[in-house]
């Protein structure tokens, strides 16, 4: 097997960059790739007793989503053959969030004096066609999400016994999570006869079904609250931006918040409405300035050797994994020294992370299933004679995932067959109990941080990290890397089986079993094989007379 080097054109997405002479807002244009969404609105306005849940995601900005999602419906009725001359009193929608009360929902009553009759002052449930509440907020005073599925159920509200009921005309629209509509679905009785109409908002798009014009003109609807204007340099850093938050190469992403910070924050810089590339670049590298000090303090470890990590020696059951580390808004990667021992024993492969508490339940089935892969090479005939000890060194904190078992498999290989490990490669991946890759998370900032590591030693050519085949599609590499690449001074490899990154690593070839599951004695799995048996305690097969006969007429 040959693992494959990746080329520089494939570490980060290709564009076909739109112009942007053009640049008239369309509100509409919000509603990118939200089908789902304006199917669930169209038919909350034409059936009644069915009111909306709209679920959304954290860095969706509600407030320009729902006017336009409102807007783009009139829009279409006033299109529509069918649409009738009857006029609607009340005004078109409204949000509550907060601090919501009683009287938000369906008014007060007003005592002007003693000889005027109570005065009804209208509350949002009389004033609007469209209620938009936000389920948090609601879900927090049970007073009020009781009193609002009792309205739902009667379809009027009375707001006092003195005066005649008033029936319910608005919609309810609640948005919020989709963990809470799940969980009200369950535990409130009335939620799923109320809100049967759910609209999921997706948080990315996929570039074979919406183009780069499509999307800049979501970007423009973005910008134009803000006064920005986006030059044509700007594009092709904003779209990278914008495929590096969805982590695809493929993909958009549709946190309109996060565009819409980083677009105001380059406006700043740019100190007027147009922004370069100079200005959005400038605006990106502070925003991880102003987060990365736990990256620079992780860096000045390994500087000053705090942390032992090797990048240019050949060692034997020592490998670099990669590890991401997530500070909730910012993420950053740092590789981390795995080492393993074998000797004799029953056949258990250690995880001493698991037995110090330092590991999760993850890492522990990623270890279990390294058990399993190893002994599906080596024991199908006879148990394996050997523990093993596994451990990340210098680790003083939980470790999970199962990202580093395929480094972890690699360094237990080269434990057992003694056979040295390049340490300027490093590797990062997750196996299954058939020795296949698969792809892991963070896989961008896993390379930044060996690459820095490496760039800040010197690099030599040498350098480089293994990575799944299926993680390829993420790749989205800063510019410094891909110079790197270019230039042959590092490398990045992608691996679809353990075969091809043990051969990789310890430049020998793993070896092909025969139908007596016996390796080649010169391969890799071979002197793995020849150290099981000698743990085992095989004795080697005694000599015949005649091959001792042999020996001596070939002595004289």
């Known amino acids: 097997m040959n693992s494959t080097v990746i080329p520089a054109s494939a570490l980060s997405p290709q564009f076909s960059i739109p112009t942007s002479n053009d640049q008239v807002s369309d509100n509409s244009a919000l509603l990118l790739g939200q089908q789902r969404t304006l199917d669930a609105f169209t038919l909350l306005s034409q059936i009644p007793n069915q009111h909306m849940y709209l679920a959304d995601n954290e860095g969706i900005d509600r407030q320009p989503f729902i006017t ?33 009360k009683r009287r938000d929902l369906i008014g007060t009553l007003n005592n002007s004096s003693s000889t005027c009759p109570q005065h009804h002052q209208p509350g949002t449930l009389s004033q609007y066609q469209y209620v938009f509440i936000c389920a948090e907020s609601l879900w927090k005073r049970g007073n009020l999400w009781d009193l609002l599925m009792s309205i739902l159920t009667k379809s009027q509200y009375q707001i006092s016994q003195s005066l005649p009921a008033i029936p319910l005309k608005a919609k309810i629209i609640l948005v919020g999570s989709s963990n809470l509509y799940s969980h009200a679905w ?3 009785r009335l939620f799923s006869t109320h809100f049967p109409l759910l609209g999921e908002l997706i948080h990315e798009i996929d570039r074979n079904q919406y183009t780069e014009q499509d999307y800049l003109k979501w970007l423009i609807a973005i910008a134009t609250p803000l006064n920005v204007k986006l030059d044509q340099s700007c594009l092709q850093p904003l779209f990278q931006h914008a495929s590096k938050i969805a982590d695809h190469q493929q993909r958009f992403t549709l946190l309109s918040t996060f565009i819409a910070q980083v677009l105001a924050q380059a406006r700043a810089y740019a100190k007027c409405d147009t922004i370069t590339d100079v200005d959005l670049e400038r605006a990106i590298s502070q925003f991880n300035l102003r987060h990365n000090a736990s990256a620079q303090m992780s860096a000045q470890n390994f500087d000053d050797k705090f942390i032992n990590v090797s990048t240019d020696t050949q060692l034997v059951g020592q490998i670099n994994g990669l590890t991401v580390l997530d500070t909730v808004e910012y993420r950053y990667g740092e590789p981390a020294r795995i080492t393993a021992s074998v000797h004799y024993g029953d056949g258990e492969v250690a995880d001493i992370e698991r037995k110090s508490e330092l590991g999760g339940n993850i890492h522990a089935k990623g270890m279990m299933i390294l058990s399993a892969c190893l002994y599906r090479i080596f024991g199908r005939d006879a148990p394996l004679h050997l523990n093993a000890n596994i451990v990340f060194e210098q680790s003083y904190q939980e470790i999970d995932g199962d990202s580093a078992s395929l480094a972890e498999y690699c360094c237990l290989i080269s434990a057992i067959s003694e056979q040295a490990i390049d340490q300027s490669i490093a590797a990062t991946g997750a196996i299954d109990q058939f020795g296949n890759v698969q792809a892991i998370g963070g896989v961008n900032e896993k390379i930044e941080g060996f690459f820095d590591l490496c760039a800040r030693r010197g690099l030599t050519g ?27 001074q590092f490398h990045v490899y992608q691996v679809q089986h353990i075969d091809e990154a043990v051969e990789l690593l310890m430049k020998r070839i793993a070896g092909k079993a025969d139908e007596d599951n016996q390796f080649p004695d010169d391969s890799l799995y071979g002197l793995v094989q020849t150290r099981l048996e000698r743990l085992a305690g095989y004795p080697e097969e005694e000599k015949t007379l005649f091959a001792k006969l042999l020996e001596k007429l070939r002595f004289f």
């Open 462 to 488: 040498k350098q480089g990290v293994i990575i799944p085949t299926a993680n390829c599609q993420q790749l989205n590499l800063k510019p410094a890397i891909i110079n790197a690449v270019k230039q042959q």
């Open 186 to 188: 369950i535990e409130e």
């Open 68 to 100: 336009a999602l409102v807007e783009h419906y009139q829009q279409i009725q006033e299109k529509s053959p069918e649409q009738t001359t009857k006029q609607v009193e009340n005004k078109a929608f409204c949000y509550l969030a907060g601090n919501i």
